[in-house]
């Protein structure tokens, strides 16, 4: 599976960002899909994930309440739409998927076999 994230820009504060990632090569069916975010110097973050075919999802607690990820059965792709940002959301963020990710262990990045290239998302204050 190739995943391309993209979507990615510059937006004030309280503002709006919504990022795409996309799969070639496979369908998202049975996959666990993520998204992860790491800012200069601090570790990889889990952002939210959903189960493709039961469309369960979770967020970290950071992200609650302002980000909302969805799939797009037509179009292959799992979209994060991201609102009310904040300067602390300033990070580049990736896409990731995997298969053999259960409930527990979706926020674990290791537990996530393919990852797309990053896309930057910059929150100005």
């Known amino acids: 599976v190739q995943l391309q994230a993209s979507g990615g820009g510059l937006v004030q504060a309280g503002g709006s960002l919504r990022l795409s990632c996309a799969a070639s090569?496979?369908?998202?069916?049975?996959?666990?899909v993520g998204w992860f975010r790491q800012a200069p110097g601090k570790e990889r973050e889990f952002v939210a994930a959903?189960?493709?075919?039961?469309?369960?999802?979770t967020y970290g607690d950071s992200v609650k309440g302002r980000f909302t990820i969805s799939r797009d059965n037509a179009e292959n792709t799992v979209n994060l739409q991201m609102n009310s940002l904040k300067p602390e959301d300033t990070a580049v963020y990736y896409c990731?998927?995997?298969?053999?990710?259960?409930?527990?262990?979706?926020?674990?990045?290791?537990?996530?076999?393919?990852w797309g290239q990053g896309t930057q998302v910059t929150v100005s204050s």
């Open positions: 959903i189960k493709w075919n039961s469309r369960h999802t």
């Open positions: 990731a998927a995997g298969r053999s990710i259960i409930t527990s262990t979706q926020r674990m990045s290791s537990q996530y076999d393919y």
């Open positions: 090569g496979r369908s998202f069916r049975d996959y666990y």
